[in-house]
């Protein structure tokens, strides 16, 4: 078991940054690929970014490129989402999750966190 929590939500404005931090305890957080997906209201929840093991290979969803960040700290069982130039659209939960390989698939995903609320204001 891997247990997930996520912090670092809050209300920003339009243009603004955030970084989301996922802290994760249990078994070797080193052994998991980590990824951040988020869910807006009324809409599926979606993939944002991954990062494999040794955090050498990242991944993103096409609209986060440029502006969002995935890294991670083994030594801390941490993985972050930093994020700028954030828009209105970016508005959702964002999740933290875990998988035995970084991916891009939802499914793939065994561990979950409660989710943290991103809430950009125009």
């Known amino acids: 078991q891997v247990q997930l929590v996520e912090s670092g939500g809050g209300l920003v404005q339009a243009g603004g940054s955030l970084r989301l931090s996922c802290a994760a305890s249990g078994r070797t957080f080193r052994g998991y690929g980590m990824g951040w997906f988020r869910q807006a209201p009324g809409k599926e929840r979606e993939f944002v970014a991954a990062?494999?093991?040794?955090?050498?290979?990242?991944y993103y969803a096409e609209s986060m490129k440029g502006r969002f960040t995935i890294s991670r700290d083994n030594a801390r069982n941490t993985v972050f989402l930093q994020m700028n130039s954030l828009k209105p659209e970016d508005t959702a939960v964002y999740y933290c999750?875990?998988?035995?390989?970084?991916?891009?698939?939802?499914?793939?995903?065994?561990?979950w966190g409660q989710g943290t609320q991103v809430t950009v204001s125009s």
């Open positions: 990062i494999n093991r040794s955090g050498y290979s990242t």
């Open positions: 999750a875990a998988s035995f390989g970084a991916t891009t698939m939802e499914r793939a995903y065994d561990y």
